[in-house]
């Protein structure tokens, strides 16, 4: 240590520099720290990224025809053509209906029997649509995704120069940001988000609060180092294994689920620096007040990773919730690093969403810090 001060190297500095070394040991000496760092982003992306989606695809459905028509024929073809839906036939309206009863299909489109004569009169087109409601989000997926097909199919006639009256007007529809409107672009960067808040908890929640347990902690009071040095020696470590558990997740959201990258990888970098020190910051609370690595556990699940599920706008849209628990959202981290991703993943480097939600993980990560020097200070007065 003398050799170090006769460098003009601060005796903090030296004793940071110890304390991250020290850590550093221990993680490489237990593996639970590189498994919650590595494997747990690993296997939840996995069982995530291919488990959740807000996407219909072959979707059965019935199709009854009073009377088989050419023009009935053709917008049946068109649906087993499309990826959305699987056309079962069946015989009359009755067994269409018990099918849907016993939910062998998930809708009805009925064809009556003067579809034909009525679509080439441009009158009202007899076409029931029939959709089972138990589902609700799957109803009105099943209903968009047949106005579309049946949009196209008529799109078609017109382009063959049959029946241009039934839509005079060809509307065109561009779909910005996600043009596959595919639901995994959008719910991956939230999940990444949503992982890397119950990553950055456990890391430092669990290891911390075995430190207390096995009595490390109380030694490294009696030590020279300030509070401050003791939480930024265990700071540095953790934030670096929890980046690597950042780059992992994102490679795989790129790579293996094709999310698209629009905006810079520097950017991705600088705002996912931001969150993990809130998200560690959350942990260090957690284990500042509870010294038991079981307790530990169990609150930075129901209060870090449970809350970011439902409430940081992963799955449920933030501006559909009630005035209150809107409000509950904007003390939830990940609810800003969620809007930060979807933006750098899908939309690119837009300042007016990066910069607003990178100041204000900054400012959860000052105060989490704040209130954690100021519990330990007083503890081990």
Same mark, same amino acid.
């Given at each position: 240590m003398n050799g170090f001060r006769g460098w003009g190297?601060?005796?903090?500095?030296?004793?940071?520099?110890?304390?991250?070394?020290?850590?550093?040991?221990?993680?490489?000496?237990?593996?639970?720290?590189?498994?919650?760092?590595?494997?747990?982003?690993?296997?939840?992306?996995?069982?995530?990224?291919?488990?959740?989606?807000?996407?219909?695809?072959?979707?059965?459905?019935?199709?009854?025809?009073?009377?088989?028509?050419?023009?009935?024929?053709?917008?049946?073809? *068109?649906? @087993?053509? !499309? %990826?959305?839906?699987?056309? /079962?036939?069946?015989? #009359?309206?009755?067994? $269409?209906?018990?099918? &849907?009863?016993?939910?062998?299909?998930?809708?009805?489109?009925?064809?009556?029997?003067?579809?034909?004569?009525?679509?080439? *009169?441009? @009158?009202? !087109? %007899?076409?029931?649509?029939? /959709?089972?409601?138990? #589902?609700?989000?799957? $109803?009105?997926?099943? &209903?968009?995704?047949?106005?579309?097909?049946?949009?196209?199919?008529?799109?078609?006639?017109?382009?063959?120069?049959?029946?241009?009256?039934?839509?005079?007007?060809?509307?065109?529809?561009?779909?910005?940001?996600?043009?596959d409107n595919r639901s995994r672009d959008f719910l991956v960067p939230g999940l990444i988000a949503v992982i890397m808040t119950l990553i950055g908890a456990l890391l430092t929640a669990l290891v911390v609060a075995r430190e207390w347990e096995r009595g490390t902690m109380e030694s490294l009071f009696v030590t020279p180092a300030t509070m401050g040095e003791i939480l930024l020696g265990k700071f540095i470590p953790y934030f670096g294994l929890g980046m690597g558990g950042m780059a992992l997740s994102v490679t795989m959201g790129h790579f293996l689920f094709d999310v698209p990258l629009r905006g810079s990888l520097l950017v991705l970098g600088v705002t996912s620096g931001f969150f993990l020190s809130a998200a560690l910051g959350m942990g260090l609370l957690i284990s500042t007040v509870a010294k038991n690595q079981f307790v530990a556990g169990q609150i930075a699940i129901v209060f870090t990773f449970l809350p970011a599920f439902i409430l940081s706008g992963f799955i449920f849209d933030i501006h559909s919730m009630p005035t209150v628990i809107r409000g509950i959202t904007h003390i939830i981290p990940a609810s800003y690093f969620v809007t930060i991703l979807q933006s750098v993943f899908l939309a690119g480097n837009i300042p007016g969403v990066i910069i607003p939600n990178s100041i204000a993980l900054i400012l959860f990560s000052v105060f989490l810090f704040a209130v954690i020097h100021r519990i330990s200070r007083k503890r081990i007065e």
């Amino acid at each position: 240590m003398n050799g170090f001060r006769g460098w003009g190297i601060p005796p903090s500095v030296v004793r940071i520099r110890a304390l991250v070394r020290k850590e550093t040991l221990q993680i490489i000496r237990d593996p639970s720290s590189l498994a919650i760092a590595f494997l747990l982003p690993f296997v939840l992306l996995l069982i995530f990224g291919y488990g959740v989606s807000l996407d219909a695809r072959h979707v059965p459905v019935a199709i009854v025809q009073d009377i088989r028509s050419p023009d009935s024929e053709g917008f049946a073809a *068109s649906l @087993r053509n !499309s %990826p959305w839906f699987l056309p /079962v036939p069946y015989s #009359d309206i009755h067994s $269409a209906v018990e099918a &849907m009863k016993r939910q062998d299909v998930s809708g009805i489109l009925w064809f009556r029997e003067d579809f034909g004569r009525e679509l080439h *009169s441009f @009158r009202d !087109s %007899p076409v029931h649509i029939v /959709v089972d409601g138990v #589902d609700d989000n799957t $109803a009105r997926l099943v &209903m968009g995704y047949l106005t579309n097909v049946w949009q196209v199919w008529i799109s078609h006639r017109n382009e063959r120069g049959r029946d241009l009256s039934v839509f005079p007007v060809t509307l065109g529809a561009r779909i910005w940001f996600n043009p596959d409107n595919r639901s995994r672009d959008f719910l991956v960067p939230g999940l990444i988000a949503v992982i890397m808040t119950l990553i950055g908890a456990l890391l430092t929640a669990l290891v911390v609060a075995r430190e207390w347990e096995r009595g490390t902690m109380e030694s490294l009071f009696v030590t020279p180092a300030t509070m401050g040095e003791i939480l930024l020696g265990k700071f540095i470590p953790y934030f670096g294994l929890g980046m690597g558990g950042m780059a992992l997740s994102v490679t795989m959201g790129h790579f293996l689920f094709d999310v698209p990258l629009r905006g810079s990888l520097l950017v991705l970098g600088v705002t996912s620096g931001f969150f993990l020190s809130a998200a560690l910051g959350m942990g260090l609370l957690i284990s500042t007040v509870a010294k038991n690595q079981f307790v530990a556990g169990q609150i930075a699940i129901v209060f870090t990773f449970l809350p970011a599920f439902i409430l940081s706008g992963f799955i449920f849209d933030i501006h559909s919730m009630p005035t209150v628990i809107r409000g509950i959202t904007h003390i939830i981290p990940a609810s800003y690093f969620v809007t930060i991703l979807q933006s750098v993943f899908l939309a690119g480097n837009i300042p007016g969403v990066i910069i607003p939600n990178s100041i204000a993980l900054i400012l959860f990560s000052v105060f989490l810090f704040a209130v954690i020097h100021r519990i330990s200070r007083k503890r081990i007065e």
